[in-house]
């Protein structure tokens, strides 16, 4: 099970980061990612990060503003997000899949939270 959390309402310019807890699996084994998806918009990838964190991956939406990282003893992945845009308002969703190779297509992930609401005001 995912639990993402961290979501709200921020400024254009501003930062937010958003957790997601992950329960009753082996964590290490897993690569994670987040989506999101806009109103009226098909989910998009965001991020994703391999079990050992030696392998990351950004859409060019975000590169160099959004930061993906993991703790596996903790069993949680954070996003950091700076430099907000309004066009990053979305539902954010924490998604997992088996396997040490991380991957940018939402089909292949089999484990995914509900979503939490970044909202970024103009």
């Known amino acids: 099970q995912l639990a993402e959390s961290g979501g709200g309402l921020v400024q254009a310019g501003g930062s937010l980061r958003l957790s997601c807890a992950a329960s009753g699996t082996t964590f290490s084994s897993h690569s994670m990612a987040w989506f999101r998806q806009a109103p009226g918009k098909e989910r998009e990838f965001v991020a994703t990060?391999?079990?050992?964190?030696?392998?990351?991956y950004y859409s060019e939406a975000v590169e160099g503003r959004f930061t993906i990282t993991r703790d596996n003893a903790k069993k949680t992945i954070d996003l950091e997000m700076t430099r907000l845009k309004p066009e990053d308002t979305a539902v954010y969703y924490c998604a997992g899949r088996s396997g040490t190779l991380p991957s940018t297509t939402d089909r292949e992930y089999e484990y995914w939270g509900r979503g939490t609401q970044v909202t970024v005001s103009s």
């Open positions: 990060i391999n079990g050992l964190s030696t392998i990351t």
